[in-house]
């Protein structure tokens, strides 16, 4: 029983890396990913508040859960969430302005994630304390690397180097393009693409059928190739 319980938990912290990456997968807190991974520092930077804010929300939420009127359970999340981000942001001023003054406007805008809002409403919100501390841990730590694959890219063919420390000094100019919005959106499809193809789930339509989709009930192909079918049995059947 011990062993099946670590190996749920364990399955619930490994989802959010690669499988249900939040960014990668989910395509969840877009905003702040390309706005903030000019450079590797500020990548691990959001990327830890945000896990922080996830970890202690989703707890927090958790523990709540049975306490929390369902009328007003948003309201009460983004309540539960505007407290750990606000602690975050005091944290970082005292002990980091540069980081603050980079991340600007969107350290305070972790309240309105859609992966912290996410997590609280369709799992911390139904599930017990520890796995709903793990899941938040797991979804921090498949954002951190996803920001923190994109800062080390951008700033790596944007401006040279990497955490500030010269790289390609010598070897290459910079490419400023990957520091401004286009490169971003580039680095981006690449690490979406990669991700499909690590998950093993970026099958094309073809090979998947049609069953699987929410329209097969209204698509015109299937029904068609449904009446074809029926004809050719009825044929068979006749003959």
Do not use: H, Y
């Not at 062993?3 to 399955?11: A, P």
């Not at 005292?94 to 805008?109: C, K, M, N, R, W």
């Not at 790289?167 to 690449?190: A, D, K, N, Q, T």
């Not at 990669?194 to 339509?205: D, F, R, W």
């Amino acid at each position: 029983m011990a062993e099946q319980k670590k190996k749920s938990l364990w399955q619930e912290f490994t989802k959010g890396i690669v499988r249900e990456n939040p960014v990668l997968r989910l395509v969840l807190g877009c905003c702040a990913t390309l706005a903030v991974t000019t450079a590797a520092g500020n990548a691990i930077g959001m990327g830890l508040a945000t896990t922080f804010v996830l970890v202690c929300s989703n707890a927090v939420i958790s523990l709540l859960r049975n306490v929390i009127p369902d009328k007003v359970r948003i309201p009460a999340f983004i309540t539960v969430i505007a407290g750990f981000v606000t602690v975050v942001q005091l944290f970082i001023k005292a002990f980091s302005p540069e980081l603050d003054s980079a991340l600007g406007v969107f350290l305070p805008l972790i309240v309105v994630n859609c992966i912290i809002l996410g997590r609280a409403e369709m799992f911390a919100s139904k599930n017990k304390v520890l796995p709903s501390i793990v899941d938040g841990l797991g979804m921090g730590v498949g954002f951190t690397a996803a920001m923190l694959c994109m800062g080390i890219i951008r700033e790596l063919l944007g401006a040279g180097t990497v955490f500030g420390l010269p790289i390609l000094s010598g070897f290459m100019e910079p490419i400023i393009i990957f520091l401004l919005p286009p490169g971003g959106f580039f680095v981006f499809g690449m690490l979406v693409a990669l991700a499909g193809k690590l998950s093993k789930e970026g099958k094309a339509p073809e090979s998947t059928g049609c069953s699987g989709c929410p329209l097969a009930a209204s698509c015109s192909k299937v029904q068609n190739e449904e009446s074809c079918g029926k004809t050719q049995t009825e044929e068979a059947a006749k003959s």
